[in-house]
């Protein structure tokens, strides 16, 4: 009988810290970040988005650049633009490049290097070379189904003079390839 009664007993008090400890919401994503832009596109997007960019990023960037279908490549591309967490144009696109690609949607899924992250790696791979990251320009994209999301980084110091170019893998953060990143003089 012991027993029972410290079982009901250890019961009722973790029921009551239960209740008495705050309930916290996970933190929405950050919308001026890559990932957080693309968690707030219109849902006819959320699957389709082929390629997301930006410039100016430190890391987060003013504006990013969505390329996106409606569905499927037939039902036509978008161009998106996205601005503190708001879209703030949204039209046909006229990329004829990307229309005559067959290109693969993003997989977000997958992805465990935002923005941040990929100019965090962008910074410590640029001060290794001698250099000093300023801003970076960001290209996301899939080339294939079973391929990994990959960012694009072209790197830019205090000038804006650009001195490096960077391929991350969007799921491991992993420096896929560079450009010589040469010492300032």
Known sequence: MTFRYLSLLAAVIAMSLQNALP??????????????????????????VIKLSADNGDPDPPQWYVLAYTGSPEEGLFSITMARGEIVQEKPSLNLGELFKSPSPIDVERMTI????????????????????????????????????????????????????????????????????????
Do not use: K, M
């Open 114 to 185: 935002d923005s941040p992250a990929a100019f965090d790696i962008a910074s410590h791979y640029a001060a290794a070379n001698g250099r000093d990251l300023a801003t970076v320009s960001y290209i996301l994209q899939q080339t294939g189904a079973d391929s990994a999301p990959v960012w694009q980084i072209w790197c830019y110091d205090r000038g804006g003079r650009y001195f490096g170019y960077l391929e991350i893998a969007a799921t491991n953060g992993t420096v896929i390839s560079t450009d010589d990143l040469p010492s300032t003089p």
């Open 23 to 48: 309930q916290f919401d996970p933190p929405e994503p950050d919308s001026n970040t890559a990932l957080g832009a693309l968690s707030i596109l219109p849902p006819e997007y959320q699957g389709y």
